[in-house]
């Protein structure tokens, strides 16, 4: 089974990486409002402005050592196998390697779902929706998400059930 594992697109690595950039930019205007309510309002604050500063300091360098190898480490653990009855979704980052089995007689609904920056990129997400908990596979191109989720339908359609 592992050797029929589909790895996902390589643009999903640039995708990962401009997502945390923005997620940094978000945490760094945090900091930055903190220290500007500590000089306006609070000036014998000192410790804000220390907490801020470190807090700013761990986000970048985070931010700078996922871009720069978490995304490829993340990209080297993730990908998915279609059976003929059950989809595996393999996922992982520097600190897991884990999968998931997911029998496709128990298959709800799939969702297909691009945003803005995945567009830019041709990507697409997969979200597999059974009656415990959703799956999702991100970093597909469109058409393979499109023929993916048509898969996982038909597969699904073959059971007894009429959800999917």
């Known amino acids: 089974m592992e050797q029929q594992l589909q790895k996902l697109h390589p643009n999903v690595i640039r995708y990962w990486q401009i997502i945390q950039g923005i997620r940094t930019c978000k945490w760094l205007i945090g900091g930055i409002a903190l220290l500007v309510v500590k000089w306006i309002w609070l000036p014998s604050w000192d410790w804000l402005m220390i907490i801020s500063i470190l807090g700013m300091a761990f986000f970048i ?13 993340k990209y080297s653990r993730r ?16 600190w897991s390697d884990n ?7 128990r298959v709800q609904h799939v969702d297909q779902e691009q945003d803005i920056i995945a567009q830019r990129f041709g990507l697409s ?26 898969q996982i339908i038909e597969i699904a359609k073959l059971g007894d059930s009429d959800a999917y």
């Open 61 to 73: 360098i985070k931010s700078l050592f996922f871009v720069f190898y978490g995304v490829y480490i």
């Open 99 to 105: 999968s998931t089995i997911i029998p496709l007689n």
């Open 125 to 150: 997400s997969l979200t597999i929706t059974t009656a415990g908990d959703d799956h999702s596979i991100i970093g597909l191109t469109e058409e393979d998400a499109i023929s993916l989720r048509r």
């Open 79 to 94: 990908g998915y196998f279609l059976g003929t009855d059950e989809l595996m979704i393999r996922w992982g980052n520097v």
